[in-house]
């Protein structure tokens, strides 16, 4: 009896480590699966956004990492996700040192997914000692969304 409690504890806390799914049906597993080859990491947030409302459509990462404040690199103070969708209508990349000895780093991506499909606009950030440049993640999310149709 405890050997299955203590499995099915296992199983729970390894399936809280997926990223959760956004889209639904296979367009969100698609996407989910593009994002992960193109920026995933433990530390990825990415938000796609409908442009005329910004009501937030999907979201790639834990919600931890999605509303997690970080430093915002090309102006004081710091952004969360969810914050940083106000600057993807004009496009930013960011990138800087999260911490005083620079042994970490913060990349943001923020922009107008390129479809002739849907009117999205994306917030993306990473955090930690492999993050992203918020350039080099604006590229490869460019294909990304492309590879998951949108």
Same mark, same amino acid.
């Given at each position: 009896m405890?050997?299955? +409690?203590?499995?099915?504890?296992? $199983? +729970?806390?390894?399936?809280?480590?997926?990223?959760? #799914?956004?889209?639904?049906?296979? @367009?969100?597993? !698609? /996407?989910?699966?593009q994002? $992960? @080859?193109?920026?995933?990491?433990?530390?990825?947030?990415? /938000? +796609?956004?409908?442009?005329?409302t910004?009501?937030?459509? =999907? @979201? =790639?990462?834990?919600?931890?990492?999605?509303?997690?404040? +970080?430093?915002?690199?090309? $102006?004081?103070?710091?952004?969360?996700? &969810?914050a940083?969708? !106000? %600057?993807?209508? @004009?496009?930013? /990349?960011?990138?800087?040192?999260?911490?005083?000895?620079?042994?970490?780093?913060?990349?943001?991506?923020?922009? !107008?997914? &390129?479809?002739?499909?849907?009117? /999205?606009?994306?917030?993306?950030?990473?955090?930690?000692? !492999?993050?992203l440049?918020? #350039?080099?993640?604006?590229?490869?999310?460019?294909?990304? %969304?492309?590879?998951?149709?949108?």
């Open positions: 405890r050997a299955g +409690l203590a499995l099915c504890a296992i $199983a +729970l806390s390894l399936s809280a480590c997926a990223p959760p #799914h956004g889209a639904g049906g296979g @367009q969100g597993s !698609r /996407l989910d699966n994002i $992960a @080859q193109a920026i995933g990491d433990p530390t990825t947030c990415l /938000l +796609l956004a409908d442009r005329a910004g009501k937030v459509t =999907y @979201q =790639y990462g834990e919600s931890a990492n999605c509303s997690r404040a +970080l430093p915002a690199c090309d $102006a004081p103070g710091t952004l969360t996700a &969810q940083a969708l !106000r %600057f993807a209508a @004009q496009g930013r /990349l960011a990138s800087c040192a999260s911490n005083a000895d620079g042994s970490r780093h913060v990349g943001w991506a923020e922009g !107008r997914v &390129q479809s002739t499909k849907s009117d /999205l606009i994306y917030s993306a950030v990473m955090e930690g000692e !492999r993050a440049p918020g #350039h080099e993640m604006n590229a490869r999310l460019y294909d990304a %969304f492309a590879a998951a149709g949108l």
